[in-house]
């Protein structure tokens, strides 16, 4: 259709300036390229083409200026959901104005401030769109006396707890299906009620690495270390790990076998956070480990104090419909200040901590670790050190957030192979040899349509064709008239005719 009109505009110009014999031949490859009635040819080609004219409307209140501050503080975000980023703007909009990243005028400011969520995923649309492309049942054994001794505890049993209750599970980088091998695992533990999140490295799984990160995650917490809730696995249902929390007074608890939404919090930040932050390469050895530690030290400050997070307020069942309520979206820290078992002494310290950071610094030393992850070659050997020259200066980095999403994915980790096109056939032609014979008689009859075509090959081979090939050659068909059709616009766009230079030419001689 768009064909169509590109091709009635530009012959219907050149038909109503033409002369008598002019308009003949402009008709006669007009009509048999489109099969028109004559006197319909003659109407279409008359009539002139009138463009609506655009209404004006009310001035806008999000323009550009306002939309490019958004996007600025999307990509300082990490790219977060509208409901997210409406949360931390206006600490986003604090920070980044305290260090000298931003300086909006004060209207911008009250815009930014009574912006809705669903507004920005409206302006932020095309951004995204630019910028963003069965489980193995475990073998079976019997349960010893450690799993038999630890209590379970499913998803509704939580009731509302304190601070210092986490969920904890393994996040495995093997790169898809574990072949052979140990590969690098996450850690990741989630606290329940402020959604305080912390991961670290190891090299492999064992029980005694487990030890050692809970006794470094409970002295970085700035809340006491209450509880911890696992699955079923070895390395944490063992007799070192159930002693060391006997002794701490830690109360440990397992989830269901074969439940994964008995660990629903923690399960969810393996792919808001993991995932996202290191992708789904393949990780192996020592060397590995520590890169991807230091891309977790950078991180947990920026994910715990400028990453809101939704938290489930009430969940409602109305037969085979559940209806979910969220609370607003708060950052963990603000869940931690809110907190009123959490002493004063301690959100005073936090407070000087928050002060004291920059989100765009935090973000661009994540862009540099994940750089450095997303180097590590597939064979489980680590990319070199980190390279101060080839760091991003800060005022780049600054300047690349308003443009960073036309270049599509930032994350180095997600940065996909480039595949070669597809610009083969997966089946043989069956049109290959006849195809000849069919432009002829597209050529002399250009009213013909595909399924006559088919018809009559039909008729010549019963053997070769049938009516189940009719859709490949009404395709077929529709590209060579299309293709035709440009040809014509082009010629007649590029040079006129002789019928009209001939015209000219007599205009002269009177």
Known sequence: MTTRRELIEAVGERYRRANRDGKRQIQDEFLKLTGYHRKHAIRVLCREVRRPKAKPGPQRRYNDEVRAALITLWEAADRICGKRLKAVIPTLV??????????????????????????????????????FGGQRRRAGGVGNAIRRAVPVRTFADWNDPLPGYMEIDFVEHCGGIKIDGDFVHSLVMTD???????CLAMPFRNHAFVIEHIERVRSALPFPLRGLDSDNDTAFMNEVVFDFCKNTGIELTRSRPYKKNDQAWVEQKNGSIVRRLVGYGKLRGM?????????????????????????LKSKT??????????????????????????????????????????????????????RRV?????????????????????????????TAWQAGEVRPTHHRKAGVPHDWRTRPDPFEHTWPRIQQWLETEPGITAKQLQNRLTGMAPMMYS??????????VKAWRSNRARELVTRILGEPSAVEAGAATQGQQY
Not at 97 to 121: K, N
Not at 336 to 350: C, D, G, H, I
Not at 379 to 384: I, L
């Open 467 to 476: 009516s189940a090939q009719l859709r490949t050659l009404q395709r077929r």
């Open 287 to 311: 060397e590995d480990t520590e890169t991807l530690a230091s891309l977790y030290r950078v991180s947990r400050l920026y994910i715990n104090y400028f990453q809101p997070s939704f938290k």
């Open 94 to 131: 604090e920070s980044m104005t305290r260090y000298g990243h931003l300086s909006l005028t004060d209207d911008l400011r009250e815009r930014l401030a009574g912006i809705s969520a669903a507004t920005i995923d409206r302006l932020l649309r095309d951004v995204r769109e630019q910028a």
């Open 317 to 370: 069942r109305h037969g085979a419909r559940v209806t979910k309520h969220y609370e607003a979206p708060l950052t963990p820290l603000e869940r931690v200040l809110r907190a009123a078992s959490v002493p004063e002494a301690t959100k005073q310290q936090l407070r000087e901590q928050f002060r004291s950071l920059d989100p765009v610094e935090l973000l661009r030393r994540m862009r540099e670790a994940q």
């Open 374 to 402: 997303a180097e590590c070659p597939a064979t489980g050997s680590a990319a070199t050190g980190a390279r101060p020259n080839d760091e991003v200066p800060m005022a780049d980095f600054l300047a690349s957030l308003g």
């Open 192 to 198: 329940i009620a402020t959604g305080w999140t912390e």
